[in-house]
């Protein structure tokens, strides 16, 4: 199994920038792509980016261009710079772990929660 734990959410007002950290622990060796997720209230879970293990991203394109995914693989983190923040962006965040790897389903964290002020 693998445990994800994010950090880094809070309260920022519209235009400023969080930085969110998903730290991987246990069989670490067994995480392919990672991802940030989000869910606000009322809607359904979507996707904010990815990033493979040799570290190459994809957006969705509300984001584009105001996210950064990267990670560190010598330290299981990864990490999610997020610019310019708007309110639209007010969610949950969930980082997962591809484990198919070690033909294992997705881990997923408990989620952090980003609240943009206008």
């Known amino acids: 199994q693998v445990q994800l734990v994010e950090s880094g959410g809070g309260l920022v007002q519209a235009g400023g920038s969080l930085r969110l950290s998903c730290a991987a622990s246990?069989?670490?060796?067994?995480?392919?792509?990672m991802g940030w997720y989000r869910q606000a209230p009322g809607k359904e879970r979507e996707l904010v980016g990815l990033?493979?293990?040799?570290?190459?991203?994809t957006y969705a394109e509300s984001v584009k261009d105001r996210f950064t995914i990267s990670r560190d693989n010598a330290k299981n983190t990864l990490y999610l710079q997020m610019n310019d923040l708007k309110p639209e962006d007010t969610a949950v965040y969930y980082c997962s772990a591809d484990l198919s790897l070690c033909g294992d389903r997705n881990s997923w964290g408990q989620g952090t929660q980003v609240t943009v002020s206008s």
């Open positions: 990033v493979s293990r040799r570290g190459t991203t």
């Open positions: 246990g069989r670490t060796v067994c995480i392919g792509g």
